[in-house]
Every structure is written in C-alpha cells, then in structure tokens.
C-alpha cells in the first residue's frame, strides 16, 4: 500500500516558478522509480520527469529539459519537481507516480498516483 500526496501547485505568470512536492507514505517494499506526469484538457497524461530512487538519475521530457528539475529526499520519502520559466503550455494537473518497471514511461507502468495538483500558467 503506497499513498501519493502532492502539493506546491497554483497560479503564476509566464516566466515564473513552482515547487511541486509529492510525500509518499506507507511503502512496504521501495520503487524503483517516482515521477511527475502531467495532463492538460483534451490530451492525454504525459511524463514530464523520472528519478531513479537509489541513485537520483533523473529524466526529462525535452519539453521541460533546461527548466524543470527532480530531486528527492530520501529519509523524508519524498520527490520534487523545481519548475522555473514556465510558460503557458506547461498548464495541466501534475500527478506524482511511481513504478517498480525496468524502464517506466507509459502511464500504464506506475501503479501508484497521487490526487493531482492543478499549474495554471498564464501570459
């Protein structure tokens, strides 16, 4: 039983930032990955960034490569998405996931998620 929460998310202008935090709690066994997607209205959830737990390799979408930064605290159990120059097409519902795959990157593949935490972006 693992329980996702995430919080930071809100409204902020164009070239702003953002700190998202998602605490997870009740892990019996440790992921292997935790990660950010996200949704915007009318398209489908997409990875914004990865961390392997263990050895804090990360990965991003090209979209947010520059930009946005995961990192994790590991005694605390939880991971942060540091999103700086955002604009207005980085607006969507933020989700924190994770995974026990070889290679997460499809929804499918993380059977944990937290509630969502709305980025609204504006110009």
């Known amino acids: 039983q693992v329980q996702l929460v995430e919080s930071g998310g809100g409204s902020v202008q164009a070239g702003g930032s953002l700190r998202l935090s998602c605490a997870a709690s009740?892990?019996?066994?440790?992921?292997?990955?935790m990660a950010w997607f996200r949704q915007a209205p009318g398209k489908e959830r997409e990875i914004v960034a990865r961390?392997?737990?263990?050895?804090?390799?990360?990965y991003y979408a090209d979209s947010v490569k520059g930009r946005f930064t995961i990192f994790r605290e590991n005694a605390k159990n939880t991971v942060h998405l540091q999103m700086n120059s955002l604009k207005p097409e980085d607006t969507a519902v933020y989700y924190c996931?994770?995974?026990?795959?070889?290679?997460?990157?499809?929804?499918?593949?993380?059977?944990?998620w937290g509630q969502g935490t709305q980025v609204t972006v504006s110009s």
């Open positions: 996931a994770t995974s026990s795959n070889l290679d997460p990157s499809l929804q499918e593949d993380y059977p944990y």
């Open positions: 009740g892990r019996t066994l440790a992921s292997d990955y």
């Open positions: 961390i392997r737990w263990r050895s804090g390799s990360p």
